[in-house]
């Protein structure tokens, strides 16, 4: 099969791979359209640790059962489905609470760390477990259903906030889970959302898609509750600072791996900092959003592209290049 891979850091390449095996209780799936994520650009050069070369990356995405397992049952070849991008294992003490996110054996499509490997969606087909699968609403393409994986996250985010109805919410960071999360953020009865952000062209896209206002930096704010989709000591202080006394901070990005917190503040006005991973089975919902259109991601899709024009697009999302928000190749 044709898929990226990520042979060097730096350096992706567009090559013949072998084809996945599914084992028996795994899918095939001809994979028909896949995001970039932000984390596998900064994956590619090595930042982050976790996309050791060589790698096929690649974790939003969907596309047709092609083969599947032999003790799979009820997922038939031709089926259009997406799947979580985490890999449980349904058995430790956090999947049988329901925290599949936090699985002990937690494993990550297109991830590759010092505790394990995993081939991702840039390719023709991946194999993933059944127990990950989830069928495609009926109209919905390939490329809107490969956004469930983003949109998961921001609504998982969004599930750990005290109740948002009437809320005054702050969202710092309008890229693709910033400006998901606040269409969430809007259909859950939030009264007033500030999004805030450094780029105009992202700023505007925030109050097209429902955020009353977009600023480029915040103050008091006096918000009930501020989501850092950045990750940066910026960002995370600015999200402390902007909520009322005992408001709640939800943490979404990571860019860095430590900041400083603004400890005084937390203690002194008693906040509620919680850190959000992932999704914890959010995708059911996500889909029926994207398929009612509650959630609009056509003004997020910046370009739809050929999986072999790959490694310019990674270039061009690398530099910060144009109005670029979300990427998807198609193999």
Same mark, same amino acid.
């Given at each position: 099969?044709?898929?990226? %891979?990520?042979?060097?850091?730096?350096?992706?390449?567009?090559?013949?791979?072998?084809?996945?095996?599914?084992?028996?209780?795994? %899918?095939?799936?001809?994979?028909?359209?896949?995001?970039?994520?932000?984390?596998?650009?900064?994956?590619?050069?090595?930042?982050?640790?976790?996309?050791?070369?060589?790698?096929?990356?690649?974790?939003?995405?969907?596309?047709?059962?092609?083969?599947?397992?032999?003790?799979?049952?009820?997922?038939?070849?031709?089926?259009?489905?997406?799947?979580?991008?985490?890999?449980?294992?349904?058995?430790?003490?956090?999947?049988?609470?329901?925290?599949?996110?936090?699985?002990?054996?937690?494993?990550?499509?297109?991830?590759?760390?010092?505790?394990?490997?995993?081939?991702?969606?840039?390719?023709?087909?991946?194999?993933?477990?059944?127990?990950?699968?989830?069928?495609?609403?009926?109209?919905?393409?390939?490329?809107?259903?490969?956004?469930?994986?983003?949109?998961?996250?921001?609504?998982?985010?969004?599930?750990?906030?005290?109740?948002?109805?009437?809320?005054?919410?702050? %969202?710092?960071?309008?890229?693709?889970?910033?400006?998901?999360?606040?269409?969430?953020?809007?259909?859950?009865?939030?009264?007033?959302?500030?999004? $805030?952000?450094?780029?105009?062209?992202?700023?505007?896209?925030?109050?097209?898609?429902?955020?009353?206002?977009?600023?480029?930096?915040?103050?008091?704010?006096?918000?009930?509750?501020?989501?850092?989709?950045?990750?940066?000591?910026?960002?995370?202080?600015?999200?402390?600072?902007?909520?009322?006394?005992?408001?709640?901070?939800?943490?979404?990005?990571?860019?860095?791996?430590? $900041?400083?917190?603004?400890?005084?503040?937390?203690?002194?006005?008693?906040?509620?900092?919680?850190?959000?991973?992932?999704?914890?089975?959010?995708?059911?919902?996500?889909?029926?959003?994207?398929?009612?259109?509650? %959630?609009?991601?056509?003004?997020?899709?910046?370009?739809?592209?050929?999986?072999?024009?790959?490694?310019?697009?990674?270039?061009?999302?690398?530099?910060?290049?144009?109005?670029? $928000?979300?990427?998807?190749?198609?193999?």
């Amino acid at each position: 099969m044709k898929a990226l %891979v990520l042979r060097e850091y730096g350096r992706l390449s567009y090559e013949e791979a072998p084809d996945p095996v599914a084992g028996p209780r795994d %899918v095939l799936v001809q994979v028909r359209a896949c995001g970039i994520c932000g984390s596998d650009v900064h994956g590619m050069d090595g930042s982050t640790g976790r996309r050791i070369p060589p790698l096929i990356m690649g974790h939003e995405a969907a596309g047709e059962i092609a083969a599947v397992g032999e003790g799979v049952t009820g997922w038939p070849a031709g089926e259009r489905v997406t799947f979580d991008s985490t890999i449980s294992c349904g058995e430790c003490r956090s999947c049988l609470r329901g925290e599949i996110n936090l699985c002990e054996r937690r494993r990550v499509l297109g991830v590759a760390c010092d505790e394990y490997r995993q081939e991702g969606a840039f390719a023709e087909f991946v194999a993933v477990p059944a127990h990950t699968l989830y069928r495609l609403p009926d109209g919905l393409d390939f490329a809107t259903a490969a956004m469930v994986e983003p949109l998961s996250v921001a609504q998982h985010a969004a599930s750990l906030a005290p109740p948002l109805e009437g809320a005054r919410a702050v %969202v710092m960071g309008a890229g693709v889970i910033g400006l998901l999360l606040i269409q969430v953020l809007r259909a859950a009865g939030c009264a007033r959302i500030t999004a $805030v952000d450094i780029n105009a062209h992202r700023r505007a896209l925030a109050q097209q898609l429902g955020a009353d206002e977009a600023v480029a930096a915040i103050g008091t704010a006096e918000a009930d509750v501020a989501f850092d989709a950045v990750g940066l000591p910026a960002t995370v202080a600015a999200a402390v600072h902007s909520v009322r006394k005992g408001g709640t901070v939800v943490l979404i990005g990571n860019l860095a791996p430590s $900041v400083e917190l603004p400890l005084q503040a937390v203690v002194a006005r008693q906040l509620t900092v919680r850190g959000s991973c992932a999704s914890a089975g959010e995708y059911p919902a996500c889909l029926r959003m994207l398929a009612e259109g509650r %959630v609009q991601v056509g003004p997020l899709i910046s370009a739809i592209a050929p999986l072999a024009e790959g490694p310019a697009w990674f270039e061009r999302l690398r530099r910060g290049e144009g109005e670029l $928000v979300k990427v998807i190749l198609e193999p």
